[in-house]
């Protein structure tokens, strides 16, 4: 992507947090959570991605942050090549990851290209070939984690909540459940983009998701609001927002023992 300047793309790899910062152009959300900045950088007329956690409380950044930037790392190294997924350009540190920047614009209600059937049968080819490596995205309910780009591809971003779970027999067992849940976040963004789209068989599977939902534990994997802006804000918080800190810690342990790393060796992005 070309957006003046050179145009050959940086060396993104050996670019350091320095080279970034002078790159700086804006940041792109407004979170609270444990989950990381999201900053767009410029480099030679070329922009990227900086998903960053060291501006998080010290607490987080060292506990769920961390592992948090570590698993979406992982995920991208594992999806090099993957038609509608952004390219990963590094590591800058340990503290955050860049990713290729798509320019496009998110799903809205009334875009013309959602009337189309083809269009959401390229998103399901588009997760299937992510779930051929072994990746659950586990939020594609959120009109904002599918980009379109300008060309009209589709893009998922975002893989923060996603899982790697093809590393081991149990993490493979799981594997056709979590896939279900991808469904089911396409299936709601598909009702509430163009509903009149929906087959009578794809409404009865978004009514027995529903049901099936209200039992999904992961559900308390996101720390409280509340904790984390007393944290943000130096407070130490009330012995139950620690015992939520602790709860949401032994959820990430229980699921990372999930996604242990393979004998084999990771693609190189």
């Known amino acids: 992507?070309?957006?003046?300047?050179?145009?050959?793309?940086?060396?993104?790899?050996?670019?350091?947090?320095?080279?970034?910062?002078?790159?700086?152009?804006?940041?792109?959300?407004?979170?609270?959570?444990?989950?990381?900045?999201?900053?767009?950088?410029?480099?030679?007329?070329?922009?990227?991605?900086?998903?960053?956690?060291?501006?998080?409380?010290?607490?987080?950044?060292?506990?769920?942050?961390?592992?948090?930037?570590?698993?979406?790392?992982?995920?991208?190294?594992?999806?090099?090549?993957?038609?509608?997924?952004?390219?990963?350009h590094g590591r800058p540190d340990r503290w955050s990851i860049l990713v290729e920047y798509v320019e496009g614009e998110s799903l809205r209600l009334n875009d013309p290209r959602l009337s189309d059937p083809a269009f959401f049968h390229r998103v399901c080819r588009l997760v299937e070939a992510i779930h051929a490596r072994g990746v659950v995205h586990l939020d594609l309910r959120h009109r904002g984690n599918i980009i379109i780009a300008k060309d009209g591809q589709p893009y998922v971003i975002d893989f923060n909540g996603s899982f790697y779970l093809g590393g081991n027999p149990l993490a493979r067992r799981l594997l056709p459940w979590l896939k279900e849940v991808d469904s089911f976040g396409l299936l709601k963004l598909k009702h509430s983009v163009t509903p009149d789209l929906l087959t009578e068989e794809e409404k009865a599977r978004l009514r027995w998701f529903r049901v099936v939902r209200r039992f999904w534990v992961l559900k308390r994997y996101r720390p409280p609001q509340g904790l984390l802006k007393d944290l943000n804000h130096g407070t130490r918080g009330s012995a139950s927002m620690r015992n939520e800190v602790y709860a949401t810690g032994q959820l990430g342990l229980r699921m990372g023992l999930l996604r242990r790393r393979a004998k084999e060796p990771l693609p190189l992005a």
Request: with cysteine.
């Open 1 to 88: 992507m070309n957006y003046g300047g050179s145009t050959l793309e940086p060396d993104w790899k050996n670019l350091t947090r320095e080279d970034l910062d002078r790159g700086y152009v804006r940041r792109l959300n407004k979170d609270l959570s444990a989950k990381a900045d999201i900053r767009l950088v410029e480099i030679d007329g070329h922009r990227a991605v900086h998903k960053d956690i060291r501006q998080k409380p010290s607490l987080v950044r060292h506990t769920l942050g961390s592992w948090l930037i570590e698993k979406e790392y992982r995920i991208y190294r594992r999806l090099p090549g993957c038609p509608g997924v952004p390219r990963l």
